[in-house]
């Protein structure tokens, strides 16, 4: 039961931790493309 609880707790630990992965790289890119585009003159 312990083992079983501890196994499902690992893998939805480790989902958010790659949603929350995803996100962060999602938003790094979204700033940079920002700040080009700033950059340029582009409105």
């Known amino acids: 039961m312990t083992s079983t609880l501890a196994l499902?707790?690992?893998?939805?630990g480790?989902?958010?931790g790659v949603t929350v992965?995803?996100?962060?790289?999602?938003l790094l890119i979204f700033a940079v493309v920002?700040?080009?585009?700033r950059s340029r003159?582009?409105?």
Not at 8 to 12: D, F, H, R, T, V
Not at 21 to 26: C, D, S
């Open 8 to 12: 499902s707790g690992a893998a939805i």
């Open 34 to 37: 920002s700040l080009r585009r």
């Open 21 to 26: 992965a995803v996100i962060a790289v999602g």
């Open 41 to 43: 003159g582009d409105k």
């Open 14 to 16: 480790g989902s958010v």
